[in-house]
């Protein structure tokens, strides 16, 4: 594929990137078919330039490895180890050529890569005058939210938060679900709802081929989609279910990179895709995947992974881009939150619909430096080896 032209992505000379890890509790448990979180801990990155512009960034790792193997504290590992030390003390010409830096004999680590990627699509962005939508060649300045409802102890539980969702005006439903808890509550859901919504459900890899017959029952409610029944690597079992089934498969957790979307797309694994930044290591994959899959006419939408406001941000600027014709897992603020770290904090419209900042430089919202200190359990700070000056 031919490299996309870049509008004035400017070169980087980053001099430290500040490694903070915070804890936010969420309102609300959060519950998957893998396990529940309560709190979200939080790696954020600072990176300063030789200049001293500053840009924010927010990985994406839970702290079990209950959604993809990694977890905040492999990532840390792999930031302060192998990966900050391929990007500090260097000229690098700009944000599209940091994928290619940290990739080159590392092998997996996506969300660590990711969260390091995203900042220089920030300081980029901030260098440049320039919001990240724009940077990334975004199009869209609203984008249609989504609201996804974790595992309930009893259909009506979910029911309530399904009609309050739509009260708020959210665009899509989508309920968490697993074995033993699917077809009652996707049922419950689309008798509450009526068809006038679109509903979905994301298993989070719950199920095996065994279960073909039984998630085939799912057909019958009119899903837009079926997110990641199988195997979180899984393509060619999903191409054998999505053969028996109506309902369009979504892959989140296979989808790692370009080529397995190309291969999702050549194998017939699925019709959708949930494209999420740190899943795939950065923005610039982000990106290509959604080239590709506007190229074969596959609709993508962008995924949440309880992000606070920081990544959020990336997140809306992804979005941005004209393919995302689904609306998003972007959810505001005060969904997840009590005060989330930025301001303003991220709202939607009562049409459901979220704005995207692309009048304003950089993440388009303000880090809010005092409430993070309160937040912060452990920081370190990182530099080039030929500027570390070695003192006890
Ligand atoms: O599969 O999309 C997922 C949350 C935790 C782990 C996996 C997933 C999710 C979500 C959250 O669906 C979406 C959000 O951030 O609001
Ligand atoms: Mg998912």
């Known amino acids: 594929m031919t490299p996309r032209p870049v509008s004035s992505a400017p070169a980087l000379d980053i001099e430290s990137i500040t490694l903070r890890e915070i804890r936010l509790t969420l309102k609300e448990p959060f519950r998957i078919s893998s396990g529940v979180m309560r709190e979200r801990r939080i790696a954020l990155l600072e990176l300063t330039d030789r200049d001293g512009a500053t840009a924010w960034s927010e990985c994406v790792a839970f ?19 192998w990966l900050a030390p391929r ?32 900042g220089c699509w920030g300081l980029g962005a901030a260098i440049a005058d320039l919001s990240l ?6 199009t869209r300045d609203r984008i249609p939210t989504g609201i996804s409802l974790g595992i309930q ?26 074995p033993e808890q699917d077809i009652d509550y996707v049922r419950a859901v ?22 073909t ?9 009119g899903l837009i989609m079926l997110e990641q029944p199988l195997g979180d690597d899984d393509l060619v079992r999903h191409a054998a279910l ?4 109506t309902t369009p498969i979504c892959l989140d957790e296979s989808v790692t990179g370009v080529d397995r979307a190309e291969d999702m797309i050549a194998l017939g694994s699925g019709r959708i895709v949930n494209i999420k ?6 923005l610039m994959v982000a990106r290509q995947i959604h080239d590709v899959c506007q190229h074969a006419g596959i609709p993508v939408w962008c995924g949440g992974m309880l992000e606070s406001g920081i990544g959020r941000a990336y997140n809306v600027a992804l979005a941005s881009l004209p393919n995302f014709s689904l609306p998003g897992d972007l959810s505001p603020s005060a969904r997840y939150w009590d005060r989330d770290i930025v301001t303003p904090e991220w709202t939607m419209d009562a049409d459901g619909m979220v704005r995207v900042p692309r009048e304003t430089a950089g993440l388009g919202v303000a880090v809010d430096r005092d409430y993070i200190d309160s937040l912060t359990v452990r920081t370190e700070v990182l530099r080039a080896e030929r500027t570390m000056v070695s003192v006890s």
């Open 63 to 81: 702290q079990l490895p209950i959604y993809t193997s990694e977890t905040i504290d492999t990532a840390w590992l792999a930031l302060r180890e």
């Open 87 to 118: 990007v500090l003390g260097r000229s690098i010409e700009g944000p599209q050529l940091v994928h290619a830096l940290l990739e080159r004999d590392i092998r997996g680590h996506n969300m660590a890569k990711a969260a390091l990627e995203m």
């Open 133 to 138: 939508s724009k940077l990334l060649g975004g």
């Open 153 to 178: 102890s009893e259909p009506a539980a979910l029911v309530a938060r399904a009609q309050l969702a739509v009260r708020d005006g959210y665009r899509k439903i989508k309920v968490k679900i697993r």
């Open 190 to 211: 689309r008798e509450a709802l009526g068809s006038s919504i679109g509903i979905m459900a994301d298993a989070n890899s719950a199920y095996t081929t065994s279960d």
């Open 213 to 221: 017959a039984h998630l085939v029952r799912l057909d019958e409610f």
């Open 242 to 245: 999505q053969r028996q089934m």
């Open 277 to 282: 930044p740190g899943r795939v290591g950065g």
